[in-house]
């Protein structure tokens, strides 16, 4: 079984990832290239946080916001397979430090592999809220390793949150998305959030990681100031 589970990721890496808009080849062009993408990216993140905050039927989302230690946003995750399925996309994720101010965003791309009977492909939007310090600090740490360190958890939009997500405060990661039935059960263990660091240096200057983004917060984008300004709620 785990090496079903590994040719799976090894599906995602291969197939999947490469179909999300084919932009890790696309960075190997030219830095110019990885800029676009990165701008992109963080517009349409901004875009995703607006659309969920709009939803009337989670206003889960926006509680968990207001209280959330980190988020992460992914614009087009795209998910595929018959019996090995696979989900993918890069996107951005952002903490909050003690005084609750939020950081600038990192880039990361989310591989996920699971084994199963599934047919068909969707593509979604998504973005999960990271509930505790530690989590985000896991996260950040323990790169594809998502499942192993922090519970994940769904609350698909159209459907409100499952009733275990509410009544278990211990999990750590909450997933919304506007696709309903997305994520499965088991199609987050064993993600795999891959830093982009090509990304996170085109986008602020060469050296720039997570940990210097997301914990230090030492880096700065006044591009990113509308993301960071549409994770406050009110």
């Not at 808009?21 to 190997?28: I, L, P, R, V, Y």
């Not at 592999?113 to 310090?133: D, E, M």
């Not at 997305?182 to 987050?188: E, K, M, N, R, T």
């Amino acid at each position: 079984m785990k090496n079903l589970r590994m040719m799976a990721i090894l599906a995602l890496g291969l197939g999947a990832l490469s179909a999300c808009a084919g932009d890790a080849s696309k960075t190997q062009t030219g830095a110019a290239d990885v800029g676009t993408n990165s701008t992109s990216l963080v517009a349409s993140a901004q875009a995703t946080i607006e659309s969920l905050k709009r939803r009337e039927d989670i206003p889960e989302f926006r509680q968990m916001l207001k209280s959330a230690h980190g988020v992460m946003i992914f614009p087009a995750l795209y998910k595929a397979g018959f019996i090995i399925g696979a989900e993918g996309g890069n996107g951005v994720m952002l903490s909050r430090d003690a005084a609750g101010n939020w950081s600038y965003p990192a880039f990361y791309t989310l591989a996920s592999g699971s084994f199963g009977f599934q047919a068909g492909g969707q593509r979604a939007r998504a973005a999960f809220i990271v509930r505790s310090a530690g989590a985000v600090r896991a996260i950040i740490d323990h790169q594809g390793k998502i499942g192993a360190d922090a519970g994940v958890s769904v609350g698909p939009v159209g459907a409100g949150i499952e009733g275990s997500v509410t009544t278990n405060l211990s999990l750590d990661v909450v997933a919304f998305s506007d696709v309903i039935g997305l994520f499965g059960g088991v199609s987050l263990e064993g993600a795999a959030m891959i830093r982009r660091n090509d990304y996170n240096n085109q986008y602020y200057g060469r050296g720039a990681t997570p940990e210097t983004i997301l914990i230090q917060h030492a880096w700065r984008n006044p591009q990113a100031d509308g993301l960071r300004a549409s994770l406050v709620v009110p």
